[in-house]
């Protein structure tokens, strides 16, 4: 393995002395630069959000360390990492090769010895060159060990749909992390989840998928001063309810939580009031919260943007007709991305990823507003 990570790719390097002197120095203490920040909130797009956590958490912890291609001489492929090479060096900000399986290994390595690394994918597509890793190395190691062997390791990047980058880009893994024991799987929306869910990933002590994605990545959302504090943290397994309602329940994670507040909007002007739950964690699944809101408007719409079998939406289906079968007053109405591979050309695209009149669409079926299709006729 080291004789691989010594051989240049292209115009990067990973070296071994560079792994093996942030072994050295886990216990040199760093300065740490406290951070500073207003008192009252501002927006923050969720790129800064994600740059600013990775920031607070390498000054905080010398064992935090990033690693992943193009994450430093290049700042990263979509600029998450921005000025931490600069800041921490080439000790704890590693360029690796293109070798997902490679560079993954090593990662769980370090977390087995003590490290904290932070494994960025370029795409969780590529995810796949290091899944034994992922699952063998680090999902099954505590367990494995008796719970001896902890491995405090995240591997992050964007996941799901982006735009025009044809299936082998496209793909959303959220259902197949979330399938594994041992893994916790995180999915923020906002900045302020990206703040706080990244800063929980690298402080728990288990291995932790985060998916991010590539769209939300230059949107911005208001965060509170509290997120904006270096202690802020949100805990892992707990939903958000980011709009309250009476009449429907709506779903959704990463981006399609955006859709689910846009269609909420335009059902309000026609009289319905729609709950909808960011559920920020995949693994663990808060279904406290989701059962309780079915509880109260009796209906439930589940949006995900993967495929439609095994889904994440066909979970949380499960855990309603389970537990709060007897409160539905509908049919649960699940909207998934089209079950093929993602489509190159735009207009099918389109066609193969939700969009706002789904859920609208769905929404009103469950509340027996839907028109008739005879009456269409």
Known sequence: MWGIIRQKVGSRCFSASILGQSLERIEQPLTVLARNFSSGGKDMNVRDALNSALDEEMSADPKVLLMGEEVGEYQGAYKISKGLLEKYGPERVLDTPITEAGFAGIGVGAAYYGLRPVVEFMTFNFSMQAIDHIINSAAKSNYMSAGQINVPI??????????????????????????????????????????????????????????????????????????????????????????EGKHVTITAFSKMVGYALQAAEILAKEGISAEVINLRSIRP?????????????????????????????????????????????????????????????????????????????????????????????
């Open 154 to 243: 995240v591997f992050r990047g964007p996941n799901g749909a982006a735009a025009g980058v044809g299936a082998q880009h496209s793909q959303c893994y959220a259902a197949w992390f979330a399938s594994c024991p041992g893994l916790k799987v995180l999915s923020p929306y906002s900045s302020e989840d990206a703040r706080g869910l990244l800063k929980a990933a690298i402080r728990d002590p288990d291995p932790v998928v985060f998916l991010e994605n590539e769209l939300l990545y230059g949107e911005s959302f208001p965060v509170s001063a509290e997120a904006l504090d270096s202690s802020f943290c949100l805990p892992i397994g707990k939903a958000k309810i980011e709009r």
């Open 285 to 377: 699944l808060d279904r406290d919260t989701i059962n309780a809101s079915v509880r109260k408007t009796n209906r439930l719409v589940t949006l995900e943007e993967g495929f439609p079998q095994h889904g994440v939406g066909a979970e949380i289906c499960t855990s309603v007709i389970e537990e709060s079968f007897e409160y539905l007053d509908a049919p649960v109405e699940r909207i998934a991305g089209a079950d093929v591979p993602m489509p190159y050309a735009a207009n099918l695209e389109r066609m193969a990823v939700p969009q706002v009149d789904d859920i609208v669409r769905a929404a009103k079926r469950a509340c027996y507003r839907a028109v008739p299709v005879a009456a269409v006729a």
